[in-house]
């Protein structure tokens, strides 16, 4: 008979729900779900844990390519400056960061990630990883005639990641933002048969909003600065998510920072997209913008939310713990079991990974985490 494993915490969180002290964890020796049952009834070689038990974090929003640029950027400057001194300093990816930067998360919790790739970058970090990785190869071309030459160059890409033939690794091609990819591209990204799922930086900052409302504001003084060619966009009189999600609506769609989403956006959200999942990565937004989302009104809809860290160009440190308090922090009301769902359970299901991610059920793998006032550890 095989060892088994058995973990007792403070509490025990299942992926839904925070149970009491009394409950013990059982796993096989491979980290599988075996069950979870009373203390009296565990029997010998309980391992009791100070904090709470929790399934492996979900990070379903971080760029590990930029794990190079901390600190290199400074707090404050709005997305649009931002991403351009991201384009101007970003140099060459270093190797030893990006690994620094996946043991940090993988020490921290984090079980599975969905990573933005602008190229091959993350390759050789993400071969054999004990980290499951979905690599969001994204495209991006505000000009329309080029749509097909950078829709090719990201699947040459996308092939690549697609060659890694590992099982805790997948990949898909999505569009980077709504004011990098022209009406050409979404089409062309629309119709790709088996890309799934879809994630999309979606309203980070009031000038995207107002890009499409007017053709006006910073964006343009951006594309600018780099040369590119805006003539052919045309603004729409409205915010810019109802201008893309149409093209996704029978996809799984992952909306990531959502920080000026609008109460129309998330309504026209649940009627065009009603599976759509609601990344947040509240960190980031303050960096950047020194805002937050409404949470308040993406839980009033009913919302199925999901955490992300961003990269380390935009945060200090990849932690989706740290997201926790963050919420924390400025939304006091909300119940610690509802957040912790929103890191283990929802982000596995954003992912498409919920089968073996995500929760303590018979037959999952998660990992085994153990949560207290001074941060998160894996234990398994």
Request: aromatic share 8%.
């Amino acid at each position: 008979m095989t060892q088994q494993l058995k973990f007792k915490g403070t509490g025990l969180f299942d992926g839904q729900k925070i149970l009491t002290g009394n409950n013990v964890l059982i796993l096989a020796e491979d980290g599988t779900v075996v069950d979870i049952m009373p203390a009296e009834l565990a029997g010998e070689g309980v391992q009791e844990v100070d904090g709470i038990l929790s399934p492996g974090f979900v990070n379903t929003h971080c760029h590990l390519e930029l794990s190079h640029m901390k600190g290199v950027i400074p707090e404050g400057t709005g997305l649009p400056a931002f991403l351009t001194q991201v384009m101007e300093k970003r140099g060459p990816q270093d190797e030893a960061a990006m690994k620094a930067a996946a043991d940090a998360m993988w020490e921290s919790g984090i079980s599975a990630i969905g990573d933005i790739c602008n190229g091959t970058a993350t390759l050789e970090q993400k071969q054999g990883a004990p980290i499951y990785y979905h690599s969001f190869v994204e495209t991006m071309g505000f000009v329309p005639v080029a749509a097909q030459s950078r829709l090719d160059y990201s699947l040459s890409v996308l092939e690549q990641f697609r060659h890694l033939n590992d099982d805790m690794h997948s990949c898909s091609v999505v569009p980077h933002a709504p004011y990098s990819v022209s009406k050409a591209l979404f089409s062309l990204l629309s119709v790709m048969p088996d890309n799934t799922p879809i994630s999309i930086h979606n309203q980070e900052t009031a000038a995207e909003n107002q890009l499409y409302k007017d053709k006006t504001g910073a964006f343009l003084d951006f594309y600018r600065h780099f040369g590119m060619d805006a003539t052919a966009f045309e603004a729409t009189g409205g915010t810019s998510l109802p201008a893309w999600l149409p093209y996704f609506k029978h996809l799984p769609v992952i909306l990531v920072h959502n920080t000026f989403s609008t109460k129309e956006d998330v309504q026209f959200t649940k009627q065009q997209a009603p599976d759509a999942y609601w990344c947040l990565c509240p960190l980031a937004n303050l960096y950047i913008e020194n805002r937050l989302p409404d949470i308040g009104l993406l839980r009033s809809e009913g919302c199925t939310i999901t955490l992300g860290t961003d990269s380390l160009a935009s945060n200090h440190q990849l932690s989706i713990w740290e997201e926790i308090q963050a919420v924390r922090a400025h939304y006091s009301e909300i119940p610690l079991e509802e957040i912790l769902q929103w890191a283990t359970l929802n982000g596995a299901k954003a992912l498409g990974i919920n089968a073996r991610y995500g929760s303590f059920e018979k037959g999952k793998q998660p990992g085994v985490i153990v949560i207290t006032d001074k941060g998160s550890r894996r234990i398994y």
